[in-house]
């Protein structure tokens, strides 16, 4: 019997995400899941697209006994957007941005488990909501690239860093090769994307602490401004200025309050503020892209950790713009 994989509200209704169907063609297949699921997975199933081991398949597309046969629904077509409770997902950014001040002035290996642990968390949160709308992701060598980052850039340095993004793209494709449902170009290239983010992000803030426990707080300092100042601009129904211009703004006070507190060079510091608060812009786009299908996506966007996107791209920027510098 071939395996019908279901995603986004066909998953819903069918209140499982895989099941086995007899059936020589997706025709067959898909008829077979109807008389199975009722009228109302019928109906959904309508605008979906269909591909066969990781190729696009019509309803004449025979299937093999051992296929993959995958059901995408458009995001138009019914994805329940699944989003935690604001103060939760405030509350989990703060949660995260404390675990990492504490562990950073405890030691560097403490630093380094929280940095694993927060960029994992947040990964499985981006690829969850990518999948509820019918674009999975390949989570587990994303995962595994964060740690295998921290470990490398921790023993190796800067040469760590560039062969663990290098690495975790291979892995992403390796595994999109050997898992068929894996196998379409805008899984693939989300997976890819978001490896490589975390890796050099997860990099990036071990190397930071590595370099200097001030600078790392000057930089923890302008996410926090930064998350903050997001939080805040969804809260109110007309800002006074525009939300990412504000964000910038905000995280780049922030860096030039940090960096008169805490860093040996203030220009060095504001510089370094001024590229971090940028990749927060791009960071959060980057977010919605992978969780929604879409930059500017009107409504709320899916996840529990939506405010913590641009984190690691942001740590990327504020290390490389400080190794310029010196």
């Not at 560097?108 to 499985?124: N, P």
């Not at 760590?160 to 290239?189: C, H, I, K, Y």
Request: aromatic share 6%; proline share 4%; charged share 15%.
């Amino acid at each position: 019997m071939a395996r019908l994989r279901l995603f986004a509200n066909l998953r819903e209704i069918a209140g499982t995400g895989s099941v086995e169907i007899e059936g020589t063609t997706v025709a067959e297949v898909l008829a077979g899941a109807s008389e199975r699921f009722g009228d109302e997975f019928t109906r959904a199933l309508s605008p979906a697209a269909v591909w066969v081991d990781g190729d696009r398949a019509d309803q004449e597309s025979a299937v093999g006994p051992a296929s993959e046969v995958a059901v995408i629904p458009p995001v138009s077509g019914g994805t329940t957007v699944v989003r935690s409770p604001i103060l939760m997902e405030i509350g989990l950014v703060a949660a995260f941005l404390a675990a990492l001040v504490i562990s950073s002035r405890m030691s560097l290996q403490w630093y380094a488990v929280a940095v694993v642990l927060v960029g994992g968390v947040w990964v499985f949160d981006v690829s969850t909501s990518s999948e509820r709308r019918g674009i999975p992701l390949a989570h587990i060598p994303v995962l595994l690239s964060v740690g295998a980052a921290v470990a490398a850039s921790y023993r190796f340095g800067v040469a760590g860093m560039a062969a663990a993004a290098v690495g975790s793209l291979l892995l992403v494709l390796v595994w999109s090769v050997a898992v068929a449902g894996l196998r379409p170009v805008d899984s693939f290239a989300a997976g890819g994307a978001l490896a490589v983010a975390a890796s050099l992000g997860s990099s990036a803030m071990v190397l930071l602490r590595m370099g200097s426990e001030d600078l790392t707080l000057v930089f923890l300092m302008v996410l926090s401004a930064g998350v903050m100042v997001a939080w805040l601009s969804d809260r109110t129904e007309r800002p006074l200025v525009d939300p990412l211009a504000g964000l910038v703004v905000g995280a780049v006070l922030a860096g030039a309050i940090g960096g008169a507190l805490w860093a040996p060079d203030l220009l060095d510091a504001l510089g370094a503020a001024v590229a971090a608060s940028i990749a927060l812009v791009a960071g959060r786009n980057l977010g919605m892209l992978l969780r929604v299908g879409g930059l500017f996506a009107p409504g709320p966007v899916p996840g529990s950790l939506s405010y913590f996107d641009g984190a690691l791209l942001a740590a990327t920027a504020f290390w490389s713009v400080l190794v310029v510098l010196a």
